[in-house]
Structure formats: structure tokens, C-alpha cells
């Protein structure tokens, strides 16, 4: 056998190779995908939708959390006064 097919054969079996492994990776994928939504009794689980608000409400949260009290108070009185999208903006400000 030649050196020239050699290199052929064994590209060949590596481009093989990495199509293998691309498509066990794809299929793990799907089953954790899968798997996370069952429950334990086998059924099928969704996600929970959730609100715009719930979903503003845990960003806020978020961002005042890591805020020191006079901080933290100052973002309190923009939310009261300006709304919640003003105090987000002012945390986000605040916290850099």
C-alpha cells in the first residue's frame, strides 16, 4: 500500500469518526432535553410560563440584592417615585 492512500484511508476513517460524534452528541443532547422535562412518575413536564412582571419583578431583585443599604434605598425611592424600569436602570448604574 502507498503512503498517498494510507493518508486517504485514515483521513477518511477521521472524517468518519467526527460524523459519529456529532450525531452521539446531538442525540445526548435531545435526551437530557428530554429527561429534564420528565418527572419522576414518567409524565412529561412543561415549563411554566411567566410573567413579564414576575420576570421584572426577579430582575429588580436581582440587581438591589448586591447593593449596599444607602444604595439600596436610593433605587427604593426612584421605584416608588418613577417606576420600576427607572429603579432597574438606576441599579444598573449604581452597581458598576
Known amino acids: 500500500m ?3 492512500s494510507n493518508r486517504t484511508t485514515h483521513a477518511k476513517a477521521m472524517r468518519e469518526i467526527e460524523t459519529g460524534l456529532r450525531s452521539l452528541s ?3 443532547r435531545i ?3 428530554t429527561v429534564g422535562r420528565t418527572a419522576a412518575n414518567g409524565r412529561v ?3 411554566r410560563r411567566v410573567s413579564a412582571a414576575l420576570r421584572l419583578q426577579g430582575r429588580y431583585m436581582g440587581l438591589i440584592r448586591t447593593l449596599p443599604g444607602a444604595k439600596k ?3 427604593r425611592a426612584t421605584r416608588a417615585s418613577k417606576g420600576v424600569h427607572e429603579a432597574i436602570r438606576l441599579a444598573k448604574e449604581l452597581r458598576a
Open 2 to 4: 502507498s503512503i498517498r
Open 26 to 28: 446531538k442525540g445526548l
Open 31 to 33: 435526551l437530557v432535553h
Open 73 to 75: 434605598a436610593r433605587v
Open 45 to 47: 413536564v412543561g415549563r
